[in-house]
């Protein structure tokens, strides 16, 4: 095993059990032979009585860094300094639910959110999108965030929603997941973009930390992940050199961040001390450290959650005072409702009268035809009943849940948790309250899952529930749940995608302890991860055998080309041979017919002309009239195949070049009589 796997089993492992002690979770991996599973089991078995709400959870590398913690309330719990609250408000007096994220189509909400008249009015903004010579127009609800602006510009432009710099926004105070109508731009805006070529993400505020002690150290770049007061992680990118000291890095996150050294609450410092240099810890470049923002006067609040699962009996005989408080978290089945009334308050006895399950309103109306409707009241009642608004919710139909996590990008993708209820089970009161409930299942499924929901109380829903998961996932998810009796909710499934088709890896039954629950889904994480993983290698390979196709196909058409090309050169130059060919052969028959016949040896004025040919190929003898011009002998050498303009014909004495002279002069005037050898040259 590598020491980077290593090192990153060990931060894993730091992060899930909340143990900051390097040696002795070092020793614990040895003993478990570095299996994280193991050896996470291992201390949630030896801590035994600790509540599971105090565990953290290793958290996936996304690009959003805030996620819904709700404290589970007891009236005697402390709140612990490293508890992360992201909730905007913390702790809400009100039961009245608050909307997380409200996007239509492609909506993730936390369970127990309510629609709002704020989020029920949405208008429209208009851009103009200038890109170094290009222009584009797009429209988007005020309702969305600065992420999805982003996502649309990217769709026109190409640019990566990360490496986006909007050069004339001057706004400080927004980040991704701002909404745009928090922003109060107009209706027509106009944004200048550049790209951002480094490939970082553009967070909010970049520092740059030199001193002059330090001129000559070496960068070390870390980003700090910094929690507000509403809870978000606000990351801050540093750039720092190699021998700043841990207390020099706290003096700029208060400087920056705003939170006093002595609110800071670190982790990630893998143990360092104040005065060590960065070059001195075990903290590693490019490494991620998170400060949490501990107000005391917050630690001291005690959370007005109210209490959903619950029987109180008021007596007047003091020795029953342990009969007074029988909560859920003592494990006990016990009458439940979301509306309890005192019956009488006298010195005899106090009973509680509660609603049977029949009379409650359901997750899910039978007459809900809109699948987001439905899981907005859903989110809606969960929240009425627990008093948590639960983990993040995806609102919309399971075939968007589908496309959106299992069909997205190879590098973004997700496994999809399906959360299935049944009223009529005695497990689903207990299941909701201490383990949906539970802030490290919230954000472990948060920064993991995409999760969808369904109630199937009623044989409505239920059956519109088998129609989706028949058409969705396949008959074998339909029959395994359809063989469920009621008393088998509730049920979480874990669907991933494998070599292209989906499958159902893991059905975790309401029965499971939230320790156990949070064990099942990181293992099912796992799996599916090493198959994201094993398609990250298929999708390259796959690209790797296109290139290669492609490039066998362009050589191929380069030489399918150069082979035409070819075959067109030799043909030209066959055809221009060809016509080279007739050519000579017109020539050569006009010159015959121009001819004179040859005279007869008994004629008198006739010259005999002997003319030797180039490289041995012979004598050429004829007779011509002195009369005749000189032309007659260069038609008589065309006619034998001899054109003009291809030889020279020199006569012996004097040494004289006749294709040279008046071709109308006659062998008479040129002399070459009675009789002359001549001597052709070729060109």
């Known amino acids: 095993m590598s020491n980077e796997s290593r090192e990153q089993i060990l931060s894993d492992f730091q992060d899930c059990t909340g143990l900051e002690n390097v040696e002795e979770c070092i020793a614990i991996l040895q003993q478990h032979e570095w299996s994280l599973m193991d050896a996470i089991q291992a201390v949630h078995e030896g801590i035994g009585g600790i509540n599971d709400n105090e565990s953290t959870v290793p958290v996936q590398h996304t690009t959003n860094y805030s996620t819904s913690s709700i404290v589970n309330n007891t009236t005697n719990q402390n709140i612990s300094n490293n508890k992360r609250q992201s909730d905007s408000n913390e702790f809400d007096d009100t039961d009245q639910p608050r909307i997380i994220k409200t996007i239509p189509g492609n909506q993730r909400i936390a369970i127990g959110t309510h629609p709002t008249a704020e989020n029920t009015s949405v208008g429209d903004l208009h851009f103009t999108i200038n890109f170094h010579d290009q222009t584009e127009k797009l429209t988007i609800s005020d309702n969305q965030t600065v992420h999805e602006l982003r996502v649309k510009i990217s769709e026109k432009f190409s640019v990566p929603p990360h490496k986006q710099n909007f050069l004339n926004w001057t706004m400080k105070s927004y980040d991704d997941r701002t909404k745009l109508k928090d922003l109060h731009l107009s209706l027509e805006n106009i944004i200048h973009l550049s790209s951002i070529e480094n490939g970082s993400t553009d967070f909010s505020q970049i520092f740059k930390h030199t001193t002059s002690s330090s001129q000559g150290s070496s960068e070390f770049p870390l980003t700090v992940l910094c929690e507000d007061k509403s809870g978000q992680m606000i990351p801050y990118k540093l750039v720092l050199k190699s021998n700043?000291?841990?207390?020099?890095?706290?003096?700029?996150?208060?400087?920056?961040?705003?939170?006093?050294?002595?609110?800071?609450?670190?982790?990630?410092?893998?143990?360092?001390?104040?005065?060590?240099?960065?070059?001195?810890?075990?903290?590693?470049?490019?490494?991620?450290?998170?400060?949490?923002?501990?107000?005391?006067?917050?630690?001291?609040?005690?959370?007005?959650?109210?209490?959903?699962?619950?029987?109180?009996?008021?007596?007047?005989?003091?020795?029953?005072?342990?009969?007074?408080?029988?909560?859920?978290?003592?494990?006990?089945?016990?009458?439940?409702?979301?509306?309890?009334?005192?019956?009488?308050?006298?010195?005899?006895?106090?009973?509680?009268?509660?609603?049977?399950?029949?009379?409650?309103?359901?997750?899910?109306?039978?007459?809900?035809?809109?699948?987001t409707a439905a899981l907005e009241h859903f989110a809606h009642i969960f929240h009425t009943r627990y008093g948590s608004t639960g983990p993040i919710l995806y609102i919309g139909s399971l075939d968007q849940a589908i496309q959106d996590s299992l069909y997205s990008s190879i590098h973004t993708r997700r496994p999809l948790a399906i959360y299935l209820h049944n009223d009529q089970s005695v497990c689903a009161n207990v299941f909701c309250s201490q383990v949906l409930t539970t802030d490290s299942i919230i954000e472990y499924l948060a920064n993991n899952y995409v999760l969808w929901a369904w109630d199937v109380t009623s044989d409505a829903n239920r059956t519109k529930l088998f129609g989706a998961l028949r058409r969705c996932v396949g008959n074998q998810c339909t029959q395994r749940v359809g063989s469920m009796e009621n008393d088998g909710f509730p049920l979480l499934l874990i669907v991933i995608r494998s070599r292209g088709s989906l499958e159902l890896i893991n059905i975790i039954e309401g029965k499971s302890t939230p320790t156990e629950v949070l064990l099942n889904l990181i293992q099912s994480h796992e799996s599916f991860e090493q198959q994201r993983l094993r398609d990250v290698?298929?999708?390259?390979?796959?690209?790797?055998?296109?290139?290669?196709?492609?490039?066998?196909?362009?050589?191929?058409?380069?030489?399918?080309?150069?082979?035409?090309?070819?075959?067109?050169?030799?043909?030209?130059?066959?055809?221009?041979?060809?016509?080279?060919?007739?050519?000579?052969?017109?020539?050569?028959?006009?010159?015959?017919?121009?001819?004179p016949d040859e005279p007869d040896e008994t004629e008198k004025n006739i010259t005999r002309l002997k003319i030797r040919l180039p490289d041995d190929g012979g004598v050429l003898l004829r007779r011509f009239r002195i009369h005749d011009n000189l032309q007659v002998l260069f038609d008589y050498l065309s006619s034998e195949g001899r054109m003009f303009g291809e030889y020279k014909i020199l006569t012996t004495y004097p040494k004289r070049d006749l294709t040279t002279l008046n071709p109308t002069e006659t062998f008479e005037q040129l002399k070459l009589y009675p009789q002359e050898q001549l001597i052709l040259e070729s060109l």
């Open 244 to 371: 700043t000291t841990i207390n020099e890095i706290k003096k700029q996150i208060e400087t920056l961040a705003h939170i006093p050294i002595k609110q800071q609450t670190w982790q990630g410092l893998l143990g360092a001390n104040d005065t060590d240099e960065l070059h001195q810890t075990a903290i590693t470049p490019q490494g991620r450290l998170i400060v949490h923002h501990s107000d005391t006067s917050l630690n001291q609040q005690i959370p007005t959650i109210r209490r959903d699962i619950k029987q109180v009996i008021i007596s007047t005989d003091p020795n029953e005072d342990e009969e007074m408080d029988i909560e859920h978290d003592n494990g006990l089945e016990t009458i439940e409702d979301d509306d309890i009334t005192i019956l009488s308050h006298n010195n005899s006895a106090t009973t509680i009268s509660t609603e049977g399950i029949s009379g409650r309103t359901p997750l899910i109306p039978d007459d809900c035809t809109d699948d």
């Open 537 to 595: 290698d298929e999708e390259e390979m796959r690209e790797k055998r296109e290139n290669l196709k492609r490039q066998q196909e362009d050589e191929y058409e380069q030489s399918l080309q150069a082979d035409l090309a070819k075959e067109r050169a030799r043909q030209e130059e066959q055809d221009a041979n060809e016509r080279l060919i007739q050519q000579r052969l017109q020539q050569q028959q006009e010159s015959k017919a121009r001819l």
